[in-house]
């Protein structure tokens, strides 16, 4: 393999993210690569609470969710990178949104650094998968990089 600089690790801490963190560890180790994990913490319930709410404006307790959910996935994101056992260097980031469309633009602005993506996906069933869509299928779509999905 060619001199890869940066595999990032998109995780949402689900059961099959060790997995992916596995093979995320010895990709780096292989390559002399920094792990990058990040997470998307998705804020449609924000979305929806006004939607749902138009003749009261913006809720209040929206942006309190909003603000739980970012300090506990960052809690757990703190957790999840400093569980690395490598060699490897690891460094973490926390996105707020659509965790496709986040996720697909995070790599858009740091595709110089990456060379592999590696991500998990839930196991849902085909008839799920076919309506609702998954972010895994949406980042391989979009990605330019070597994805490896487990």
Known sequence: MGTQKEIILATDFFEHSDAAK??????????????????????????????ATPWAGPQAWAGDVLERMKKEAQENLKMFATGFATKAQVQSTLLIGNPAKQL???LEKTMAKVSFVVLAKHRRSYFAEFFLGSVACKVIHNCVHPTLII
């Open 22 to 51: 596995n093979a995320a560890i010895q990709l780096a180790e292989f390559s002399q690569a920094i792990v990058h994990v990040v997470h998307v913490c998705d804020n449609a319930f924000e979305q929806q609470a006004t939607w």
């Open 104 to 106: 697909k633009t995070y």
